[in-house]
């Protein structure tokens, strides 16, 4: 499983019903620069520690679950 990270950004934007221009004002960028994080399959980590401020969600932990279902796995095949 890939995860990618502007598609789960802007999913969550929607959940919290928050607009493209609020987000743009709160990470101190254009809207232009929103559109173009949400195309984004990977991402700075710097600037994903910002969105994880400024909605509330640790987007981090995506990652940190499929390292996790990718250990589950190798762990299975060993035995």
């Known amino acids: 499983m890939s995860i990618h990270i502007g598609k789960e950004i802007k999913a969550e934007l929607r959940r919290q019903g928050r607009g493209v ?3 743009a004002q ?21 600037l994903l520690q910002r969105i994880c401020g400024v909605l509330g969600r640790n987007f981090f932990a995506l990652y940190c679950q499929e390292i996790e ?3 589950e796995e190798n762990n299975s095949t060993e035995m």
């Not at 232009?32 to 990977?42: A, H, L």
């Open 21 to 23: 221009t609020w987000f």
């Open 26 to 46: 709160q990470l101190y960028c254009d809207r232009t620069n929103v559109y173009n994080i949400f195309k984004r399959e990977g991402i700075d980590t710097i």
């Open 69 to 71: 279902c990718g250990d």
